[in-house]
Structures are given as C-alpha cells and as structure tokens.
C-alpha cells in the first residue's frame, strides 16, 4: 500500500520543480516574431520553437492600406474582422508549447494618432487589445516611431496624452497593460506617465538597443525597471547579436538584478541583421550572469 503513496509523493514533488523552474528568469525568454520576417503569422510560434525560445510576441498586422497617406480612416486589422487568426495563433501556441507573451501593434507607428489618424489609430488600438483579451495576453506595445514621436514637441504629448485618456479605460476593462516603446528618453515617457497619473495599465516597454544612445540603459532599468517597465526588447547595439556589440552584458545583469526585474526578456532584430538563435544564447548568458 505505501508504494502508490511514495509515487505520489515522488510525482507531486516532480510538478513542484517543474512549476518552479517555469517561473525562473531563465525560461522567460521570448522572441518578437519580426526576427524570423513574419507578421501576424501562426507559422512563426513553431520557428520560435525551434530557436529555442520559450514565448514570442506576436505582431497584430499591417494592413497595405496603412502604407498610403492619407491613410483611409476605415482602415482594419484583419484580426478584428476574423476571429480565425487570433484562434490560429492560440491553437500553435498550445500545440508546440509556446507562450504567447505580447502584442505588438505595430501598425501604429504609421499614424498620427492625435490628429489626422486618430480614428484609425483607435481602432487598430483596440482590435490589437481585443485580441490579447482573446488569448488572455496582458500587454500590448503601443510603438511611437513614426508621427505619433513626441520627444521634443509638446503638443505632440499633449495629443498623446489625450488620446491615451481614451484608450486607458477600455485597455482596463480588457486588463491590458498599454506598454509605450519610443525613441525617447525614458524621462519623457515618465513626463506623459505623470500627466495620466501613472495609471495602472500603462508602462514602458523598453528597448535596450533603442534607448542605448540617448541614454544610461543601466541606470534607467536600475532606477524604472521595477515599477515602471512591463517587458524589455533586448536589441544589440552596434551589432547583430547581443552581447558582441556595445552592450555590456555584466552591467545589464547587475542593472535587472538591482530592478529586481522579473519579467520577459524580448530579443528583437535590429537593422543589423536577424540571428534568432545567437541572439536567444545571448540573452541567455545575460540570465547566467543574474544573481
């Protein structure tokens, strides 16, 4: 009688470890499916697979109509009219294992959302939101490098501001977190942040390769990480692959450590080139080097 006991103890034990070596640092590491030249395609959650990653970010579409200006103000993402997408993306996922971590909505960086684009802008927003919901994902990366840049004009942050006191409250009945990602300073997104009252459901999503020029990508994930940041984008700089540019991979460790930052670690190619597999080993020495 006690052989099936000890089994169960044994089994019980084993899905412990099991539970706890997913939550590590170590297994949150994901891939933008972008590294593999794909958008909004289930076909990239097997590539993910193969290259050794345990989540990807998946792109919510962009549509050819988005390309031309004046973009047509009835402009959709096909994921909002087809529920079959969003669905073929969840049944890959559970299929090959892969954790469906983000969205990007990345056609946004094509509009002007507080003024000519904001009708289109709002839509492809919340039919990108719409669909995290679906996959019960809760994090949407709203990109700023197109129009919608407000680095240096205040009435470009004035109109973001007013357009993200609209988005904020349906992101919250979804229980999405709007991460920013921009080519600006860290203290200018906190500028637009402090204007919203640092809301719950908005953060920063940040990129380590974007950011590195404009400023100390250590002292701010030290400083922000922990409160502020909803994922990072670990981008090389200088270089293809993490770790062989000008991103020194020890100060990066320390700076996560010191945020007591927990979450995913993002590879996104860069305009240098796209090496999925070199770049997860090096995100991974990253992770080795976490106290």
Known sequence: MMKPVRWSIVTATLVVAASLQAQQP?????????AFQKIGDATSILDAKQAGYAGIQMHSGM????????????VSLA???????V???????????IEIISLCAGSLNRCEIWDRDREVAMRIAKQTIDACHTLDVHVMLFPFFGPSNFQTDDDALLGVTNFMEELLPYAKTKDVVIGIEA???????????KRLEFPEHLKIYYDTGNLFSKEDIYETIRKFGRQHFCEIHIKAAGHAVIGEGQIDLTRLAEALDDAHYDGWLVYEANRDGRDPVANRKGIEKIVSLRK
Not at 63 to 74: N, V, W
Not at 183 to 193: D, G
Request: glycine share 6%.
């Open 63 to 74: 549509p050819d109509q988005i390309r031309k200006k004046p973009i047509d103000s009835s």
């Open 183 to 193: 080519p600006v300073t860290t203290e200018r997104v906190l500028e637009l942040m």
């Open 79 to 85: 994921i909002g009219t087809d529920p079959s997408i």
């Open 87 to 97: 669905s073929s993306w969840k049944q890959a996922a559970d299929e090959h294992g």
């Open 26 to 34: 170590g297994s949150r590491i994901a891939v933008m499916e972008t």
